[in-house]
């Protein structure tokens, strides 16, 4: 049994090296893999695509602001970010294994690796909070990757491709760390609608279900 653990791993190796992870599972296991048409398209009308499929709105009905935008319990302000607070944020952060690079060529990995050295994070803790007093975030952090990703396995027109937008990596952290505030301000002024259920803390959609069978 030993041996056949041993030759098993040496063959999974070698395919890995020879092929990659999972073109190397794919040929170990005699997997069958689908045949993958290049694409034909230019990458400017994939994009023009994307750009221009939503049409603008014909209404010309505005939202109506507040009156009284300080009739509130208490006015919001910003609260520095500290570094427990940048720790909570960054276990909250999903596939942190992840080597995607972003629009900054950054990835979750290399975030990670850096996270581990106090010096670093208290640099980005400093960064975060010249975020906020000065009320703006860099130009480079708002920008995210798209890339085209086939619905179907051969793709022909742009309408063939689904757009999967790989936001930054600092940008999502950062959204982390101040998200807790604004969920706090919002609840203690009561700002969430009774029937809102997505996006809320102790909330479910078997909450909804309760609400409307019980309504």
């Known amino acids: 049994k030993a041996h056949i653990i041993h030759d098993t791993s040496i063959a999974y190796n070698k395919s ?3 092929h990659g992870v ?4 794919d040929k170990l296991f005699n997997r069958k893999v689908k045949n993958k048409s290049e694409c034909q398209l230019e990458p400017t009308e994939i994009n023009d695509y994307f750009v221009n499929i939503s049409l603008p709105s014909s209404s010309n009905e505005q939202l109506s602001l507040p009156t009284n935008p300080f009739a509130f319990k208490c006015v919001f302000e910003w609260k520095q970010i500290t570094e427990c607070n940048l720790l909570l944020a960054w276990r909250k952060i999903k596939k942190k294994t992840s080597t995607t690079l972003d629009s ?3 990835s979750p990995v290399m975030l990670d690796k850096c996270m581990t050295s106090a010096a670093f994070r208290l640099r980005l803790v400093n960064f975060f909070n010249r975020i906020i007093e000065s009320g703006n975030i860099p130009s480079q ?5 798209v890339v085209p990703v086939p619905k179907v396995q051969n793709p022909l027109t742009p309408n063939d491709y689904r757009p999967i937008s790989i936001q930054p990596i ?3 952290l950062f959204e982390k760390c101040i998200i807790p505030q604004l969920n706090e301000y919002a609840d203690n002024n009561q700002l969430f609608s009774d029937c809102q259920f997505g996006f809320r803390k102790l909330h479910s959609t078997s909450h909804a279900l309760l609400t409307i069978t019980d309504f």
């Open 16 to 18: 890995i090296e020879d």
């Open 22 to 25: 999972w073109d190397g599972i």
């Open 104 to 106: 900054l060529n950054m």
């Open 141 to 145: 952090m708002k920008c995210s990757r």
């Open 170 to 172: 600092m940008l999502k």
